[in-house]
């Protein structure tokens, strides 16, 4: 019998994830609305169960039908960002196939974006569609009310429950931040993106604040898993603190694994806490591209930027950033200290931080399936490992075994 599993990180009361074995989720969902769970959203692609409100004492009811393989409490989960330019051509991507900066082409590749939303009217961006996992759970309230008592149970539905594309609109900008340094058009005005004109999905799981939840993030790759034929690309510029269990968690790492393995590739933050990444999630996932930060300030290699920094912008040019995480985990070093990319309301803006150099890595991404459209999640990681640089003053890596840097000149 699974047990009412705990772990760092600042739990919601009395939410909870819950991971089937067997049965079918909708209907286990109405079995256990009866014994208190207040259901939320239903899980079918990417985990089975569901997500709900519950006492500690419901929990532990729950946790002893035999059909139940975990029940977990939920965690808070934030956008890794700092505020407060440089990335694109330190990347070697306007030696890329694609020209980056020669206002010209797009890249025939989809990025979901799962974060605080997109700027859907950004003239720089080309935002195709999305969903909102934060406003409500896919029925818009607790699946009890919902239900008929002793109606024959439907099957779960397809996480596409909104479609007005306000639901997924930008509030806080981040997620346009992000989108931006991945795939802005190269269309002479603002900035031009990676893997420039790649077609933007907005999947919404964190607020306006930048917080969010296990329970809205696994709503946000459920929604990517079931448009995984559409999908390339999923980027999560976020982090927690949580060791990974493994593929069998009942939670966030069982999901991204589902992901993974229907053939999307997941580009994430390292974290901004200085630390060794292998006790953040997702950051320690084997499934996943995990980036660090990199502060450069000319876009060229050799440490000749500016320096002392530009005002407000931390580190020295061309050497790891201060604030990022690092470890074996980590699998490419990319350019994250004072970022410029698209802004909420038509805007720009700078940021810093690992969100911005994972945003790079999912350019990379799409930039690499364009033209390799049958690689695998694995093969794309490696391809990405494979091309990047060691010119960089790899020795300020924390670590003995520095990343090498992203570089897109030969995609």
Known sequence: MPGVADGPGSVIPDSYLVTLARGEPAAVAVEHSELGAQIDRLFSKALRG???????????KVAADPRVRAVTLDR????????????????????????????????DADIAVLDTGIDIDHPDLNVVGGTDCVTSGLFGGPLAQQASVGADPQ???????????????????????IAGIAAARDNGIGV??????????????????????????????????????????????????????GCQDGALHEAICSSVAAGVTYTVAAGNAGEDSEEYSPASYSEVITVSALADFDGKPGGLGVNPAPLTCPGTDDEFASFSNFGPDVDLVAPGVCITSTWMRGGYAELTGTSQAAAHAAGAAALYLASHPAATPAQVRAALIAAGSKDWVSSTDPDSSPDPLLDVAGF
Not at 50 to 60: G, I, P
Not at 158 to 177: K, Q, S, V
Request: charged share 25%; glycine share 12%.
């Open 50 to 60: 569901y997500s709900a409100r519950m006492t500690a004492k419901v929990a532990r």
């Open 76 to 107: 808070q989960i934030k956008a890794t960002d700092q505020e407060t330019p440089p990335g694109i051509a330190r990347v070697g991507a306007r030696l890329s196939d694609t020209k980056v900066g020669d206002g010209a082409g797009a890249v």
């Open 155 to 177: 099957p779960s539905p397809e996480p596409e429950r909104l479609t007005d594309p306000e639901d997924y609109d930008d509030t806080r900008g981040h997620g346009t931040h």
């Open 192 to 245: 031009a993106g990676v893997a420039p004109g790649a077609r933007l999905w907005a999947v919404r799981v964190l607020d306006g604040r930048g917080n969010g939840s296990l329970s809205t993030l696994i709503c946000g790759i459920e929604w990517v898993t079931a448009h995984a034929d559409e999908i390339d690309v999923a980027n999560m510029s976020l982090s927690g603190l949580d060791p990974d269990l």
